[in-house]
């Protein structure tokens, strides 16, 4: 029996939590799954699992092996399908975090149009607003919004990125004229609680300074969607992704204000692991959605 058998039965172990579990999830029996564990075990002259009746828990070396043997073996699958991907349709698993916003939106599409386009392959989707961390969670990659500054990953930007400060017409003419973003410290502001500095808002003047900005208002929330709700009920201003707010900037329903104050340095990117052999799906999901970015933004 080949290490790299007993190696899987051992992975497989550990993320079904156990041993019946796995054996359900593998279709190999239980005590077939004991055997190749005990058997790695034996080869490496360290025990990997605390085992009891009911439930086993990880050594310190079982940790150690857990995490390194798992990186060994998805670049021996990743090196499997770099060589197949010219001969074969995508297949297996792909797990991908995303914002809420984003799959909730209308650039959403993008994620099922390529299910659609690839029924051989399970696509994943996790829709997370935390930090989330690909490796330790074992996400084959995520999209971000963001000013990416994350050097351990590779990044390929898909969209361009901005965000406005939307208000409807009627708020501005009973509040305004509002010229410069230091008067949102006296209206009312939707805040979106998902950003960094949520009661702190930066702005860029036109000489190239920065300056912040505190603002308040009747509705904190996790969610651009609703702020988008509560600004085109004439609540506050609100600042909204631009993939929310296009259509209803484009009808009139609200207005952006401050626009030369805003940043545009943000974007939408595909983010992974360095890894020596890239799995042909991520390579294909990475370049299907810059191309659909390309053709609908």
Known sequence: MDTLTRIRAFIDVVEAEGFSAAARKTGRSKALLSKYVRELEDELGALLLNRTTRQF???????????TAADILKEIDNLADLV???????????????????????????????????????????????????????????????????????????????????????????????????????????????????????????????????VSGPIEVNSPLATLRAARTGMGVAMIPDFIARPYLASGELVSLFDDFIAKDRGIYAVYPHRRYLPAKVRAFVDYLHAWFKRYS
């Open 57 to 67: 828990s990880l050594t310190e070396a079982g940790h150690t092996y857990f995490r």
């Open 84 to 214: 197949r991907e010219n001969n074969a349709d995508l297949k297996g698993k792909l797990k991908v975090t995303v914002p809420r916003t984003f799959i909730d939106a209308d650039v959403g599409q993008s994620l099922i149009d390529f299910a659609r386009e690839n029924p051989q392959l399970s696509l994943e989707i996790v829709a997370e607003d935390r930090f989330v961390d690909l490796i330790e969670e074992g996400f084959d990659l995520g999209i971000r919004i963001t000013k990416l500054d994350d050097s351990g990953m590779i990044a390929r930007k898909l969209s361009d990125f901005r965000v406005y400060a939307c208000a409807t017409p009627a708020f501005i003419a009973d509040n305004g004229p509002l010229v410069h973003p230091s008067e949102l410290s006296r209206i009312p502001f939707l805040i979106d609680t998902n950003s960094r500095s949520h009661n702190s808002l930066r702005f860029i003047e036109a000489d190239g300074d920065m300056i912040s900005v505190n």
